[in-house]
């Protein structure tokens, strides 16, 4: 394992996202076989639940042919929107436990907790304390990988799903790769394993076995990728969206609110917040934005352009005050945001660069607790 660069990396990776977040929010839904996505001649499933894929229907399925496999299935729209707000609840809990934080999509990440913010030594725990804070959050379920790159705990994760999670430790690598159907390496489509198959390559074991160049001459470009993967080699960073575009808080609200004067408590509270993630991050912004969702979840922005940057409270408030009073609430209101764009990042962007090389020529090797 010395030729190994540990570390300890999770992908967590949300169970039916989008199925799951429909039925949460509608529990007529929840137990039920649902689609979401087009239902018609020439839709498309973008998401199924558990329920519905008990029957064979699956993401990028044809709608009609998704119906015939499970005749009572339910098609809901998709709501893009609601996904990303619940995608924002969920990165936030990522980043209780790390800044390293690699989002793949909407549902899924990469986070590298060799070093976290809570003193946990074990990333078992991490990832466990991860998932329970995710549903006590947003009320959905997550799986969870754990190992020593981001190629192992991806193909992880999808072990003990639904909510579950599962620990490749680093003494417990090689067996675990050696032993693996080949279908089911990260990266390795039904093309390319038809493919192997042809080449004798069944498992992990029997593409080790191949040489580098037998790989290359056979598989090309990804003959080296697929001879260093298996024997657990992937030095992959955990690469954060490292320049910040903009920043926000919001708050959706238990009961929808009609007063203008309680709107206003609750900006106060969001502005707050904004200033001190602000602080946090060492930026500030010029271009301030209102966010309003109202009960019939139609959405409307505002936004003000100021000639400086700005991270205080009492400058954020005022202009959020003036964007909520320059047009009268279409309706009762579910939820408010502030958000700040145009920062100043750009000069932070030249020192991360550097940071980042710098980085790169440090190479610490140690044993740790998984």
Request: aromatic share 8%; with cysteine.
């Amino acid at each position: 394992m010395s030729e190994l660069p540990i570390k300890k990396i999770i992908h967590v990776d949300m169970d039916a996202f989008y199925a799951s977040v429909e039925q949460l929010d509608n529990p007529d839904l929840r137990g039920k076989a649902i689609a979401v996505g087009g239902g018609g001649e020439r839709g498309v499933v973008s998401a199924a639940s558990y329920e519905a894929r008990k029957y064979g229907v699956r993401s990028a399925m044809a709608g009609a042919l998704a119906r015939k496999l499970c005749p009572e299935l339910i098609f809901v729209k998709t709501n893009f929107e609601r996904y990303r707000e619940v995608s924002a609840q969920i990165r936030s809990v990522f980043h209780e436990f790390t800044d390293l934080v690699e989002p793949l999509s909407l549902d899924e990440a990469y986070l590298d907790v060799t070093e976290n913010k809570v003193g946990m030594p074990s990333a078992t725990v991490i990832a466990s304390w991860i998932r329970q804070r995710i549903k006590e959050k947003t009320g959905l379920n997550a799986s969870a990988g754990i190992s020593i790159n981001k190629f192992i705990a991806k193909v992880a994760s999808d072990i003990n799903k639904p909510n579950g999670q599962k620990t490749i430790p680093p003494e417990e690598v090689i067996t675990f790769l050696e032993e693996l159907d080949i279908r089911k390496f990260y990266g390795i489509g039904k093309k390319t394993a038809e493919k192997m198959y042809l080449h004798g390559i069944f498992t992990g074991m029997d593409l080790k076995l191949k040489s580098k160049e037998y790989l290359s001459d056979n598989f090309g470009k990804s003959g080296a990728y697929y001879y260093d993967i298996v024997r657990g080699i992937q030095h992959s960073e955990v690469k954060p969206n490292r320049i910040r575009k903009s920043l926000a808080a919001e708050r959706t609200f238990r009961e929808n609110i009609t007063s203008e004067i309680f709107m206003l408590e609750k900006l106060e509270h969001i502005a707050e917040e904004v200033e001190r993630r602000l602080e946090k991050s060492k930026v500030a912004g010029k271009t301030i934005t209102l966010k309003i969702k109202y009960s019939d979840f139609t959405l409307q922005t505002r936004s003000k352009t100021l000639d400086l940057y700005v991270r205080s409270k009492d400058i954020i408030l005022e202009t959020a005050k003036d964007l909520l009073y320059q047009e009268k609430m279409k309706n009762s209101v579910r939820l408010l945001g502030i958000s700040l764009s145009n920062l100043n990042t750009e000069d932070r962007k030249k020192k991360d660069a550097a940071k980042a090389v710098k980085e790169e020529e440090i190479d610490v090797q140690m044993r740790f607790t998984f």
